[in-house]
């Protein structure tokens, strides 16, 4: 898995936000707001420590959009996540019969599944039924690797973190890591 083309939107505006409960009137969005604001939205994190949802609201609010390569089994667990928005993503519909399986496999994938998709994807080009389509989609490996755009925020963030840190896949523990470099996050995400 890998992720890429990383940004964070409103962090600041976010995290100055964080205070509004307490507010007579709109804030002033100054560096001195700013750095008066991280106080209080790092005690509201704590606060919410080992909950994935209460005082931090402010989080949703933190937006992040990344690219991302995983593989395919990865994909159902993704969607599951309510603000996990995909962007846009490769497909395997339209782009399937063109894919190097010797490339764009990942590592647990065999040698011979990888034949076997060569041999199936040869038989549709061959003859371009909708049986032989089925075939070649109904066989391909989960191994397969895929990417998308993908926009989401630091609440989201921090339920995926709480629910996949020591998750059986390596791949959700390596999501995790990335979660971690974020700005902020180990105040905000991770609640450290």
Known sequence: MKVTNVKVYDLEESIIACRNAMRLELPQYTKEEFEASLGRAKKLCQASKGEVR???????????SFDIEYPNYISPEMQRYHWFDIVTSSSKMHRLMQMDFDKCCNQYVTQTTINQMKRLIQ????NKTEENF??????????????????????????IYLQRKNHKLPEWRLFCEWISTLPYAKELIICE
């Open 54 to 64: 209460c005082h931090a609201n402010f989080r949703t609010g933190i937006r992040v």
């Open 123 to 126: 038989a549709y080009n061959e």
């Open 134 to 159: 089925m075939t070649v989609l109904s066989n391909c490996p989960q191994g397969i690797m895929l990417f998308m755009r993908v926009s989401t925020n630091y609440e989201q963030l921090r339920t």
